[in-house]
């Protein structure tokens, strides 16, 4: 069974710090996808990493994919309150379901 | 907008009950993925199908089934309802074309079991 656990479970920082968000498994995925859910509202797709070693930057969101495509973080640069939310990471290999980290709670207070 | 369709929204009915949510993937995605969301809690993993056959199986309790018709729609029939079952139900989809697990979500079905 293919796990991935995220941490910290929660997160309050204040608008303007930095923060790190991870993820880990011990198994291998083909490719590792960050979510964004809000509160009453579907997860919604932020970014994929596929090559071990990738790293995707969204404005002030970087993605980084493990060399051994086993891990990934999530960091973001200056936060504002607008990034509060749930953040889900999830890892897929070719015709599987998907497997869903416990998320992280960011709070970004003003 | 996903292009991921569930109906109904919300859903309030009784212990002991039985229900349908309903699923319209994305046009062209042949899998449909149903997931189960307790509050603030992560997401629970429930049943996948892929081209109308059932593919893999999380933690999906008996009283709760699903299948997908041939024109990839899904439901999720839920049975016997309990008061824990009040939960969000979420269903996504993907493509799964070369690997490609990314899925889209639908806006959810929030179950309040009274």
């Known amino acids: 069974t293919q796990l991935l656990e995220q941490s910290p479970q929660f997160l309050s920082i204040q608008e303007g710090e930095n923060l790190t968000v991870y993820c880990n498994s011990s198994?291998?995925?083909?490719?590792l996808q960050w979510y964004r859910q809000e509160p009453g509202e579907g997860p919604v797709l932020l970014v994929t990493?596929?090559?071990?070693?990738e790293v995707k930057k969204l404005k002030r969101l970087t993605f980084q994919f493990g060399d051994a495509r086993k891990d990934s973080s999530l960091h973001i640069t200056a936060a504002q309150p607008g990034d509060t939310g749930l953040y889900l990471c999830a890892g897929g290999a070719a015709g599987n379901k998907l497997t869903f980290g416990g998320g992280t709670r960011v709070l970004v207070k003003p | 907008d996903s292009g991921v369709t569930q109906t109904p929204k919300h859903l309030i009915t009784a212990t002991g009950q039985r229900v349908t949510l309903r699923c319209s993937p994305r046009?062209?995605?042949?899998?449909v993925y149903w997931y189960q969301q307790s509050l603030d809690q992560g997401l629970q993993f429930l049943i996948h199908y892929y081209n109308g056959e059932e593919r893999a199986k999380g933690n999906i309790l008996e009283r709760f089934s699903a299948q997908q018709f041939p024109d990839l729609h899904s439901e999720l029939n839920l049975s016997s309802l309990e008061l824990g079952d009040s939960a969000l139900y979420f269903c996504?989809?993907?493509?799964?074309?070369?690997?490609?697990?990314?899925?889209?979500f639908g806006q959810g079905t929030r179950l309040t079991v009274v």
């Open positions: 046009s062209g995605d042949l899998s």
């Open positions: 996504a989809s993907s493509s799964l074309l070369q690997g490609n697990t990314e899925a889209f």
């Open positions: 990493v596929v090559t071990g070693g």
């Open positions: 198994s291998v995925f083909s490719s």
